[in-house]
């Protein structure tokens, strides 16, 4: 495999991580929306401070370590221009999940992103959801590890039949989707793409439901979480059953993770109200 090893990256990158995390949190509440221009949607424009600190905090160790890797960030930052337009390995970062509604607005879990992918995959995922003060990260085929701010990380693994039933969903998934999981006595909570994907390993979440807009795709960045999720257990598709494909640039409309086949299940009836 060319490209960084995937252990010393995780290494080098979840100090790098916190340090981004801790500076959100620090900004919460103290920053302005400051929409990106020729952005379609408000939710594809909202930017603050913390966006842009938050991922100079995460190039920086980035570009000490792996200058030579190529860098798919979410904003235009001093650092982001300084690392090679193609490589064997590229870095897929989103410094601030969920900037409008989970951010700015408070509505459920917004999260930190970086992925690792070489030969079109990823191998090293490391995701952080900062107001929760929680710390994810995996390396393909070695599992995955959980941790909390100031603590040591140990292997994660889905939440047990007793801990809660809430299930995170997009803020755009569609009210008879979403009736469809109350139904089945599910609690709804919205929260951004990346704490969508490794829902199962949060405490009191038994699953996440993400679906792309009507006509389009995930990205690559809402995708980072999906092999933590599986590396620690989770069960992870994608739409009709399919499971999620490894190849970043096969198209992928849905995500779906479930700590086991029942709530899967129904995910999947869910999906079908759509």
């Known amino acids: ?39 379609v949607t408000p939710t594809k424009a909202a930017l603050t401070i913390a966006d842009t600190a938050s991922q100079e905090a995460l190039l920086v160790a ?49 999260a930190i992103m970086v992925g690792l992918a070489v030969d079109g995959r990823f191998e090293a995922s490391l995701v952080a959801l900062p107001r929760e003060g929680l710390f994810f990260d995996a390396v393909r085929g070695e599992g995955a590890r959980a941790g909390r701010a100031g603590g040591v990380s140990r292997a994660a ?3 047990g039949p007793d801990a ?25 909570v919205f929260g951004a793409g990346g704490a969508i994907a490794v829902a ?4 009191g979440v038994r699953a996440g439901l993400r679906v792309a807009p009507p006509g389009g ?7 980072i979480g999906a092999m933590i999720a599986a590396e620690a257990g989770a069960v992870v598709r994608s739409a009709r059953g399919k499971a999620l494909p490894e190849d970043l ?16 299940d129904a995910l999947e009836d869910a999906l079908e109200a759509i």
């Open 217 to 223: 795709v995930l990205s690559s960045r809402g995708r």
């Open 62 to 110: 980035l570009f000490e370590h792996f200058p030579y890797v190529q860098l798919e960030a979410e904003e235009d930052t001093p650092t982001a221009h300084r690392f090679p337009a193609q490589a064997p390995a590229r870095v897929v970062i989103d410094p601030v999940d969920g900037t409008l509604h989970s951010y700015l607005e408070g509505r459920g879990p917004y």
């Open 164 to 188: 809660g039933r809430r299930v995170i969903v997009s803020h755009e998934l569609p009210e008879p989707a979403r009736a469809r999981l109350r139904a089945r006595g599910y609690e709804i």
């Open 200 to 203: 199962p390993l949060v405490p």
């Open 157 to 159: 693994r889905p939440v």
């Open 1 to 39: 495999m060319s490209g960084p090893d995937p252990n010393a990256f995780v290494a080098v990158m979840l100090p790098a991580l916190r340090q981004a995390a801790a500076i959100t949190r620090a900004l919460e509440g103290r920053v302005v929306n400051r929409p990106k221009e020729r952005e």
């Open 249 to 264: 640039a096969a198209p992928v409309r849905a995500l779906l993770v479930a700590t086991d086949e029942s709530d899967m």
